[in-house]
Each structure stands twice: as C-alpha cells, then as structure tokens.
T-cell receptor
C-alpha cells in the first residue's frame, strides 16, 4: 500500500530564510506520481507540482524548487527567500499508476514570520 | 480556467436534517472526487467518480450519498449525520482518474453538525 510521510509537523522561519519541507514515500509500484499541494488558511488546496517516477530531474519555479531522489524515496520541497504569504500547510501526496486515488501525507504547517 | 466551485461555503445542520453539497467544474474533466478533512489532518478520500460512474467508495457510511448527474456536477447528499461528521468537505476534479493526473480542488464546504 502506498504511504507518504512528512515528519515535520510544524516549521517556523523568519522572512527571507530558506526552508525545506521533507517528504518520504513508500510504494511497490514502479510507476507512480508525486505531488505537492499548498493549503492556505482559506482552506483551498492549491496544486503546486506533479512528478512521475521516471523523471528525476529537479525542478525550479521561481522561489520554489523540488528535489526528487528515488534512491532515498524522497521528494523534498524548498522555498527560497520565504515570504509571509508562504505561510500555509503543505501536503505531499502519492498516486500509483494502477489506482484512482491519491494519498496525502500528514502535512507540514509552515509559518513565516515578518 | 482551473476552477472548481462548491456550494454552500458553510453549512450548519441538525442530526435529523437532509442537506446536499454541490460541486461544479467546467474544465472538461472526467473524474471527480469527494474528500473529508478534519482539523489539522490531511484530506481523506471518500468517493471517486470516473466518467460519471462511481469507481471508489472508501467504506463511507451510507448517511453520505454521492451523485454525479453529469460530467460537470457532483453532489453529496447528507442525511442523519453525526457530530463527528463535522469537517471541511472538499471536491476535486482531474482530467481522468488514475494515471497520476493532478487534481484541482474547490474551496470546500465547512460543515457543522449539531
């Protein structure tokens, strides 16, 4: 069965600091997909990125970057020069190719203080 | 336009009431989902509809009854709920079910059962 672990329950940083959110996953499938979502206080889950298991290239989008390492079953998310607006709960999720469902990790609550 | 709408935003209902949550998407997606999210927890999958047919029911109690009238609409009918059913109910859609398509979420309905 698929499983996603986000060991960091809460992280607090000061604005402009860099912060990395960890995600470790388990799956028996060779084809799978990993996601990151952001949930601000308003409650809506915002899609950030999707990665398939065959694409280990790291990705950068503005201040956001993702590091996918199959050898350690990790898909970590780094925010560079954090801003107060980055304060939210961030979820890592996993979907297996043969399934119709997506399983979320427990989430990491990030607080960025001015 | 990646938008999923949900109504109502807030709902308070007694344990003997019958109410419905509504979800709509106009992205041409053929998969739609209901999730339940308790405070400080990740979303939990309830139902998956693929091409307007129910494909996953995660052992949800029968007091929750989903309905997919067409490819753009998804309803969740509620009857005889319990106080522990109070939660944020999130609707999502994706291009297809499975194959790792990213899901787009609505803002949610915050349900309180009294």
């Amino acid at each position: 069965a698929q499983k996603v672990t986000q060991a960091q329950t809460e992280i607090s940083v000061v604005e402009k600091e860099d912060v990395t959110l960890d995600c470790v996953y388990e799956t028996r499938d060779t084809t799978y997909y990993l996601f990151w979502y952001k949930q601000p206080p308003s409650g809506e889950l915002v899609f950030l990125i999707r990665r398939n298991s065959f694409d280990e290239q790291n990705e950068i989008s503005g201040r956001y970057s993702w590091n996918f390492q199959k050898s350690t079953s990790s898909f970590n998310f780094t925010i560079t020069a954090s801003q107060v607006v980055d304060s939210a709960v961030y979820f890592c999720a996993l979907s297996e190719a043969r399934g119709n469902d997506m399983r979320f990790g427990a989430g990491t609550r990030l607080t960025v203080k001015p | 336009d990646t938008e999923v709408t949900q109504t109502p935003k807030h709902l308070v209902m007694g344990m003997t009431n019958k109410k419905s949550l509504k979800c709509e998407q106009h992205m041409g997606h053929r998969a739609m989902y209901w999730y339940k999210q308790k405070a400080k927890k990740p979303p939990e999958l309830m139902f998956v509809y693929s091409y307007e047919k129910l494909s996953i029911n995660e052992s949800v109690p029968s007091r929750f009854s989903p309905e997919c009238p067409n490819s753009s609409l998804l309803n969740l009918h509620l009857h005889a709920l319990q106080p522990e059913d109070s939660a944020l109910y999130l609707c999502a859609s994706s291009q297809k079910a499975g194959d790792g398509y990213e899901q787009y979420f609505g803002p949610g309905t915050r349900l309180t059962v009294t």
